[in-house]
């Protein structure tokens, strides 16, 4: 089975969890055993590029209709601990690594951020809890998936491994 979490906003404009479970549209095929497809979730496409433009990349949060795919590795949470963690340098490093993004990142409070995205991710490796500001989580592990819908949250390396996420972003207008 695959898991698909996707996040939301409440009428009282509270980032919540709306579903944790197998997609609705999951099939296990009958005439080809051990062949099976599950839709995570669905957007229109955006154009198809005719070079490899991640060199030209100005921001990593892709304007609506746009799309960003990365991967990031969390590192354990025993990292932020350590005393030789110099947040100031690690802030300038990302700001410069990471423009658009790391812009939107809360000095008040490390982690939590809001991209104006619709984002896929799939654990790739370790574990990761995905933290949404109205006090709900989601403790993900290897092969689940995410379907983060604008909401503010943060990642959390809880685990004494690194994790790595895969994402896809996609830059995103009003709601629907």
Known sequence: MVRRVVTGVSPSGKPVIISDGEPPRTRQFTHTPGFARSLVWNTAAPAVPSADPTASLKSFVPAPGETVALTVTFPPASVYADPSWDPAAAAAEQ???SPGLAELFEPDNPGMHTTPTVDYGVVLSGEIVLDLDGGESAVLKPGDLIVQNATRHAWRN????PATV????MGAGGTS
């Open 95 to 97: 700001l410069e690594a």
């Open 158 to 161: 809880l685990g004494e491994e």
């Open 166 to 169: 895969f994402f896809v972003l």
